[in-house]
């Protein structure tokens, strides 16, 4: 597991530098649950937290429970615990979604502070540098669970819905804006996610909704461990 922590450090770390040097500022989108914890915690450890450009890097979420930060379940609180308010990033850079407003509101909210650090021109969506994803064992990732009706390439960025362990309203981005970004991770550990990476992989016509994350013009990476590859060929 620290390896694929470290694999995904080493992948921000490089991510991050390119950004800066390309367009003067790095765009990551982070994901929730336990498994991208290791890595986060490393972000800060040397030789990362002196290696990132901090002080460029804008980090949003690719989905929130709407519950307040201080909740032990709130992704934005788990990350500034695990790494956040450990670096210089400047406080204006960091972006969570607006877990305290309701659930109607969330998307719009949201989609409007996308639409102020992108600066876009009408109906362009925005571009991330890097998305970190997750799965679960229903093929679920950010919190776009089997069923959800939501477009692939048409539509509003960020939907609010119920649902997921644990049981909660959330805000999470949609296809539309995640197949834009540079470049998408699926960081996944352990056995039990070993049959859901299996039919991910080999069974085109499961329909998860992890499948559906397809970059048109980036780049798809899965990071695996042992466990959770220990299915594939
Ligand atoms: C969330 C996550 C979710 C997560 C998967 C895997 O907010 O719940 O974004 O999509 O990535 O459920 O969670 P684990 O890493 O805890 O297995």
Not at 23 to 48: C, D, E
Not at 51 to 56: Q, S, T, V
Not at 78 to 98: C, G, S, V
Not at 128 to 145: E, P, V
Request: aromatic residues 10%.
């Amino acid at each position: 597991m620290s390896d694929l922590a470290r694999r995904g450090a080493e992948i921000f770390t490089r991510t991050a530098k390119d950004s800066v040097a390309m367009q003067g500022f790095f765009s990551v989108a982070i994901s929730g649950g336990s498994t991208p914890r290791r890595m986060h915690k490393m972000l800060v450890k040397h030789p990362y937290l002196a290696g990132i450009p901090w002080e460029k890097t804008h980090v949003f979420w690719a989905d929130e429970r709407m519950v307040p930060f201080s909740h032990p379940d709130s992704n934005y609180g788990t990350a500034k615990r695990d790494f956040l308010e450990k670096t210089p990033i400047p406080p204006a850079q960091i972006h969570p979604m607006p877990a305290w407003s309701s659930p109607e509101t969330a998307a719009t909210l949201y989609q409007k502070e996308l639409e102020r650090f992108f600066q876009l021109e009408k109906d362009k969506v925005p571009i991330f540098d890097l998305i970190f994803l997750g799965i679960g064992i229903d093929g679920h990732t950010a919190s776009l669970f089997p069923g959800a009706k939501i477009s692939d390439d048409r539509g509003p960025w960020l939907a609010s819905v119920k649902g997921g362990n644990p049981n909660v309203n959330r805000l999470t981005m949609t296809y539309p804006i995640i197949n834009q970004s540079r470049h998408v991770i699926f960081l996944v550990s352990g056995k039990e996610k070993a049959e859901v990476v299996k039919a991910i992989f080999e069974d085109k016509k499961a329909g998860l909704p992890a499948q559906r994350v397809q970059p048109k013009n980036g780049e798809l990476s899965w990071l695996l461990d042992r466990e959770a590859a220990s299915l594939l060929p």
